[in-house]
Structures are given as C-alpha cells and as structure tokens.
C-alpha cells in the first residue's frame, strides 16, 4: 500500500528558531499534501493545503507566514514552522493523495511530528 | 467551524463486547471516513462510505451512514485489546480528500 514518510519523528527547539518538517511519498507522486496540527487528546485541524508547483492554500486563521509550506516535487512537502513559540508546541500530522489514485481514495498519513519548544 | 463531533469521547468495554462510536456533521458530504490513531502516531484508515451508501462492512467493523441526519456509526464488533485506540470520523465535501475531522471517541478495550 502507499506509505507516507514524515521526518523527524519528535524534535526539540529553541524558542525563536525555526523547525522544518518533512514529509514523503515513497511509492506514488503526491500532487496534493494536507497538514493537519493536532493538540493533546484534540482532533485534527486541518491547517493547509498543497498542490505541487504551487502555493499553499491556508485555511482560515492559520498564519501562511509563520507556517511555510513547500511542495515542490511529486514526493516531498515540507512545512517550516518560522520562530517558534511555546503555544506552537503540538503534534503535527501530514497526509498524501496522488496521481492514480481514484476519487474517494482514502489518504495516507505519516507517523507525525511531535514539536516541542522551550 | 466543519469540523464534527464524536461522542461519547471516551469509551470503555471489556474484551469481546461490542463498541460503538457516533458522529455528527454539519455540511454536505461526498463521503465520510473512519480513522484510527494509536496514541502519538499517525492515522490509520479503516472505511470509506459514499454519500449514497447507508451501510458498509469491512471485516469486525460495520458503519452506517444518515444524510438527512447528518450521523454516521462505527460498529466494532467482537472487540480486542488491541482496538484500543482512539477513532476519528472524517467528512470530505468534494471527494478531493479535503477531510475535516471529528472530535474524537477515545476507546478502551480491557483484556
């Protein structure tokens, strides 16, 4: 089955500095990546879109430049989380659709990112 | 706010009862999804049931689906210590897999 690669698995920062999340289709182009943010025993909020070669459609009340998204390749999106405050300590989930793939296809999660900043 | 809820949020059975989880939207769908996350991981998927189906099975899991009222059921059947876990329903409007989920039901199965 499609898997969905996501790196690191927990990291640690400094407040202020900035954490890149990866996230990877190992076996099929992903022309669309969602990444979702998760708090504690919470759901999923999504928190944007991205299509490959494009820009990234935020959803209301996520700030675009504080969480820069990347996806420039079929098999890879990154988000960037710019100076990281404490309140941006979460658990941070992305997933894949892709080419091939039929309409009403389930997706494909990663493991998840847990962030914690100090 | 899309998102739905869930309820209960917590559920406690014992080994080889059955567990039922319940979800509720608000906006028209073009399917809906289950979820399954193990505590600090990623999601699982486990069934997807179109706007136009009312019932699926997919092996000890049963769901069902109410347009008119906006609900959808997770049966697990016959349940395992290893069902524990905690399920998401997710609604997708478009069948673009623009998924918005659920608060939650957080499901204990004691061996």
């Known amino acids: 089955g499609a898997v969905v690669s996501q790196h690191p698995s927990r990291v640690i920062c400094k407040s202020g500095t900035s954490v890149k999340i990866e996230c990877r289709s190992l076996d099929f182009q992903a022309t669309t990546m969602f990444w979702y943010r998760q708090f504690p025993k919470q759901s999923l909020m999504l928190m944007a879109t991205s299509n490959e070669g494009s820009k990234a459609t935020y959803e209301q009340g996520v700030e675009k430049d504080k969480f820069l998204i990347n996806h420039a390749s079929l098999t890879l999106s990154t988000l960037t989380v710019t100076s990281a405050h404490p309140e941006d300590s979460s658990f941070y989930i992305c997933?894949?659709?892709?080419?091939?793939?039929?309409?009403?296809?389930?997706?494909?999660f990663g493991n998840g990112t847990r962030l914690t900043v100090t | 706010s899309q998102q739905g809820e869930e309820d209960p949020q917590a559920l406690s059975i014992q080994e080889g009862e059955n567990a039922t989880m319940n979800c509720s939207y608000k906006?028209?769908?073009?399917?809906l999804q289950w979820y399954r996350q193990n505590s600090g991981r990623g999601l699982v998927h486990l069934i997807l049931i179109r706007s136009n189906e009312r019932e699926k099975h997919s092996g000890r899991l049963r769901v069902t689906l109410d347009t008119s009222k906006k609900s959808s059921s997770l049966l697990i059947t016959a349940s395992r210590a290893a069902d524990t876990a905690s399920y998401f329903c997710?609604?997708?409007?478009?069948?673009?897999?623009?998924?918005?989920f659920g608060t939650g039901t957080r499901l204990t199965v004691i061996p």
């Open positions: 906006t028209s769908i073009n399917n």
């Open positions: 997710a609604t997708d409007r478009t069948g673009a897999n623009n998924l918005f």
């Open positions: 997933s894949a659709s892709g080419t091939g793939m039929r309409t009403n296809s389930p997706l494909h």
